[in-house]
Each structure stands twice: as C-alpha cells, then as structure tokens.
C-alpha cells in the first residue's frame, strides 16, 4: 500500500513569491493534516481536513497561507508572499478517522526561502 | 492548549544498552500517545502509540508506558543497536482537539 506522497520534496524560492505542495493521502483516509516542523522542533500543526471540510484551520496564518482539499482526497498548501520565516518542512500526514487513529507522515517538502 | 514537554534532548548510548526518553503533557483529557521516530530527510514514521486505558504497550524490543495520574508518558528501547539512532518525538492527542502536540524531540546517538 502506498504511503502518503507529498511533492515536490525541495523548493527553493526568494522572498515574495508563492509557492505551492501537493499531498496525496493513504487511500480510504478521511482525515488530512499540514504540518510545519521547523529546524530541531517538533511538528506543528497548521490545518485539519475532514474528508473536504477544514475543521482546525486555527494556526494556519492566513494572511499569506491558503489550503484546500478538492473532493475530499488531494490536497495543496499555498504560500503568498513567501517570507524568510517560512522556511521549514511541510509535512502531510493522513488517518483514517477523525479521532485519535494513527497518523501516517508522508515524506514533507522542506522549503528554502531566500 | 495541550503541552508537551520532552527530555532530554540528546541521548548517546552504546550498541546493547537501554535507553529511555520521557515525555509530560499538561491536558489531563489526552487519550492518544504516539511515539515517533524521524531519520534524516524523511517524515516522521509512528513506531509505537498507547492509549489512556492502557498503563503499558511493548512490541519487541520498544515499549511505553503510561501514568494518567502523573501525566508522563516514556518510551522505553532494549539493545539498541546502531540503526536506532534517529530522532524521536512524543506526542499527545485530545478528543475535543483532534490533533497531534508534539514534544520537542530526542537525537538518539547509538555508538557501535
């Protein structure tokens, strides 16, 4: 069975631009994470999907950050204007309900702002 | 919000011997207590989890245990070999939340 498949998994952008990851979750899982983890830190999670819905989209900035999650299955993280302080890795992770279930990581795309 | 907190930061073991990393959470309604393990370049991939109603979880060589009342939560290697060595991060989840808390994470070093 595939994992979860995130794309692309380095981005090296300058300050200002946009920017976008695309994450595809373990089929049949309904609920889709994005999480940055910064360098030497623990994940931290930006928005959670259930199927289509964004139910916790509290700590994603959304001045410069946009998500969506077309059809319940794909899903693409948006950055406009990049900043410096976006550089991190972004992490997509999929489970298979709501609550308390396992939660797979996919590879992440660590992205570089200059 | 749930807070996790992690130590320590760095372990260095030797091939065979024990190692031990703990974690506290401060929300007394966490249910989910995953531990993952990070090697460079890659996500986190979940080796072991407990749940709330459980008090200890072992699968082979790796084992966690859970004190509700304390509110800690450690995870427990035996004869770590070489190849364990990665970073590893705690994390605590909440029913009304939904969501993962991470701690800060763990660089274990296993010296051949």
């Known amino acids: 069975e595939a994992g979860v498949v995130q794309s692309p998994r380095y981005k090296i952008i300058e300050k200002k631009q946009p920017v976008a990851f695309w994450c595809n979750p373990i089929?049949?899982?309904?609920?889709l994470y994005w999480y940055r983890q910064n360098l030497g830190q623990g994940p931290e999670l930006l928005i959670r999907y259930e199927n289509e819905e964004a139910v916790d989209d509290s700590q994603l900035p959304k001045d410069r950050f946009s998500a969506e999650r077309l059809k319940g299955v794909d899903s693409t993280l948006k950055i406009q204007p990049a900043e410096l302080g976006d550089s991190a890795v972004y992490l997509c992770a999929s489970s298979p309900g709501p609550l308390n279930t396992e939660a797979f990581f996919g590879q992440g795309t660590r992205l570089t702002v200059v | 919000g749930e807070n996790v907190e992690q130590h320590p930061s760095t372990l260095s073991v030797q091939e065979g011997d024990s190692a031990v990393i703990k974690c506290t959470y401060s929300d007394s309604a966490s249910n989910y207590f995953p531990w993952y393990k990070q090697e460079l370049g890659k996500g986190p991939q979940l080796i072991i989890d407990?749940?709330?109603?459980?008090g200890e979880k072992k699968d082979q060589r790796i084992a966690v245990t859970l004190n509700k009342t304390a509110k800690h939560f450690s995870l427990h290697i035996t004869e770590t070999q070489p190849e364990d060595s990665a970073v590893y991060f705690c994390?605590?989840?909440?029913?009304?939340?939904?969501?993962?808390?991470f701690g800060q994470g763990t660089i274990l070093t296993v010296h051949p």
């Open positions: 407990i749940r709330s109603n459980v």
């Open positions: 089929s049949g899982h309904n609920t």
């Open positions: 994390a605590a989840s909440t029913p009304s939340y939904g969501k993962l808390t």
